[in-house]
């Protein structure tokens, strides 16, 4: 059965990746949880999709030019026109220990951001945190960025790793070609250009963002591994009408 992943949390009822959207994707019955992973000037692991804060809080700034206690005085929730609330930046482990309060037992799948700013040091630190506790959920990591997923291989050989990429046949050879990589996560467009491969293709395949009732129900019907969506409330109604 497709697994579906809570793209930044419930991403298109919620602000993203703030705890109130992570609490949602638990509460609906996702079957996974994706994130992103940025670092602060002083080294904090924060679950934030840019760069910069300008697009998703009332602050603007770099996320790798400002502290902990600075992020932590901007709001990530009101920003949210759909459904506007007060929250703040999280941190990795905040969002791990509220999956844990929750009692989430789903996939979490923790991207790195590191395709533009390559933090130093910032695979070490996720894993550090990861391996600190048992936690009662599973995990995984990705990222657009190889070298991050390199990195990642040379410390943590236990955990599931897949490469992002949107439609480029060179990241899609060199993700195959690589034993350590598990599976892909392509934009969703790669699925429809490649049909006829999905059966025998020879890694997992969770595609990125599968929001439209149609596409969700051709994902579901090739057995994909899993779907990232914005929706995922709808995704598994959906999924409950092909199962019947
Ligand atoms: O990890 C899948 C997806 O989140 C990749 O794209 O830009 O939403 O992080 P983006
Ligand atoms: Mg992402």
């Not at 759909?82 to 009692?103: S, W």
Request: hydrophobic share 40%; with cysteine; glycine share 4%.
């Amino acid at each position: 059965m497709t697994k579906i992943i809570a793209h930044r949390g419930s991403k298109g009822t919620h602000p993203e990746n703030t705890l109130a959207a992570f609490k949602e994707a638990v509460l609906v019955g996702s079957d996974g949880i994706e994130l992103d992973v940025q670092l602060s000037k002083d080294n904090q692991l924060m679950v934030i999709h840019d760069e910069t804060i300008d697009r998703t809080t009332n602050g603007y700034g770099e996320v790798g030019s400002l502290t902990l206690t600075e992020l932590k005085q901007y709001d990530a929730g009101s920003w949210f026109q759909k459904n506007p609330m007060i929250q703040e930046i999280p941190t990795l482990e905040e969002v791990v220990m509220l999956l844990k309060e929750e009692n989430f037992q789903g996939l979490l799948n923790i991207e790195i951001k590191t395709d533009k700013i390559h933090y130093e040091g910032i695979e070490q630190l996720i894993v550090q945190l990861m391996k600190s506790q048992c936690w009662p959920f599973e995990y995984m990591y990705s990222s657009f960025y190889f070298k991050s997923l390199e990195k990642i291989w040379e410390i943590e050989q236990n955990q599931n790793i897949a490469a992002v990429f949107r439609l480029s046949e060179k990241e899609e050879t060199r993700a195959l070609q690589s034993k350590f990589i598990e599976g892909i996560h392509p934009k969703i467009d790669w699925v429809f250009d490649h049909l006829d491969d999905l059966a025998d293709f020879p890694k997992a395949i969770r595609p990125w963002t599968v929001n439209e009732e149609d596409t969700m129900t051709h994902c579901f019907r090739h057995h994909l591994t899993a779907i990232h969506t914005d929706y995922p409330a709808k995704a598994l109604q959906i999924r409950k009408l092909i199962q019947n």
